[in-house]
């Protein structure tokens, strides 16, 4: 073989290679956002297929921290969702929404090299640095994945007052706990979210009272705030039910929760509180 040959195939294998190594370029928008906003989060995804093959499929793995409303559709693409087989999701992943071609649509309906938006709308449940992991197929069955990050920022601090606030101590081998506190809100808000340590999630509880079944605590998206109004989180009511404790909550001890707010307008607002672990509270909730 002659050294212009070696060179013609080694030419050849770096095109072939960076051909198979294409990669995708992701943006997402917004950036930053506040800690339990909602948003609609636009991905967009140029490339990422070798030339002339267009994208056939794309899907975006959903982390823990962010819970999601719903998936927009896209003209001419099937859309699906895919739950977690965990409860708390594979490595932290709690499910994937999917967006695909019909194999029956045909190859000039599309431009391989236009940029593709996909959306998804929910809500941003924790702060600090975060990111997506976006996969994509091309026609020519070549896979591609890519990183996007987004800002997640704590709040700023909610107008409310807070008093009154206790966890019942759980009983021995119990994994939930229960939170109970009362409210004032200086202007109209909605309690949306909560969040501790202490916890691997925190649902809004409202009480049940039936002859056939008795007491029954059934989950609710958000607490009414009126402004002004002193609303009271107690047994027999509205509370906070903290699932799947970390670690077994004893008597005296406390624990952190953030409690996050949001106004008419959509702002998030949120305030950290310490609370005492306790069988009854010295002072019943929202009494003095």
């Known amino acids: 073989m002659t050294r212009r040959q070696i060179r013609r195939g080694w030419a050849a294998s770096m095109v072939a290679l960076a051909s198979a190594c294409a990669t995708a370029q992701v943006t997402l928008a917004p950036h ?7 948003q609609t989060l636009r991905f967009q995804i140029t490339g990422g297929c070798p030339a002339g093959q267009r994208i056939t499929s794309v899907a975006i793995d959903l982390p823990m921290w962010f819970r999601l409303d719903q998936a927009l559709p896209r003209d001419g693409w099937r859309l699906r969702q895919r739950e977690a087989v965990q409860k ?12 695909s071609l019909p194999t029956s649509t045909p190859d000039g309906a599309t431009d391989p090299a236009a940029p593709l938006e996909f959306l998804l709308q929910g809500r941003l449940a924790s702060h600090g640095g975060r990111w997506f992991t976006v996969r994509q197929a091309c026609g020519g069955g070549h896979e591609v994945s890519a990183r996007v990050s987004m ?13 009154n606030a206790w966890v019942r101590t759980p009983a021995a081998g119990e994994r939930n706990g229960y939170l109970f506190m009362s409210l004032t809100a200086s202007e109209q808000l909605r309690l949306i979210d909560a ?3 202490a916890a691997r999630r925190i649902e809004v509880r409202h009480t049940l009272f039936s002859k056939l079944k008795g007491m029954t605590l059934f989950p609710a998206e958000a607490i009414d705030l009126p402004a002004g109004t002193r ?10 039910a903290l699932l799947d404790l970390n670690e077994p909550l004893g008597e005296g001890s406390t624990l952190t929760v953030t409690l996050r707010f949001e106004d008419a307008e959509g702002v998030v607002t949120a305030k950290t509180l310490t609370v005492p672990v306790q069988r009854l509270p010295a002072e019943q909730p929202g009494r003095k």
């Open 231 to 240: 609303v009271r989180l107690q047994p027999g009511g509205v509370q906070l």
């Open 32 to 38: 930053e956002v506040a800690a339990g906003s909602r």
């Open 88 to 99: 708390n999701g594979p490595l932290g992943q709690t499910g994937a929404v999917y967006w």
């Open 151 to 163: 800002r997640v920022r704590e709040p700023a601090p909610a107008p409310v007052q807070v008093s």
């Open 195 to 197: 969040i501790s340590p």
